[in-house]
């Protein structure tokens, strides 16, 4: 399994700026393409857990 980048609040950010549909695994940090902003528990391809959030939803996330 690839170590993916640490799940930090700029990385987030980031891809909320670039509006690309990036999406990120709360379990293991891995970067997803092609989620919408409000994806929920979508299938990591790096842990196979389902614990990918699009970037605006780990925004609400973090704010919590």
Do not use: W
């Amino acid at each position: 399994m690839k170590q993916p980048k640490k799940l930090s609040l700029s990385r987030i950010i980031n891809a909320v700026k670039k509006d690309n549909g990036t999406g990120f695994c709360v379990k293991c940090g891995h970067t997803r393409k092609y989620c919408e902003p409000d994806a929920r528990q979508y299938p990591c391809d790096n842990c196979k857990e389902n614990k990918v959030y699009g970037a605006e939803e780990c925004l609400f996330m973090v704010q919590s």
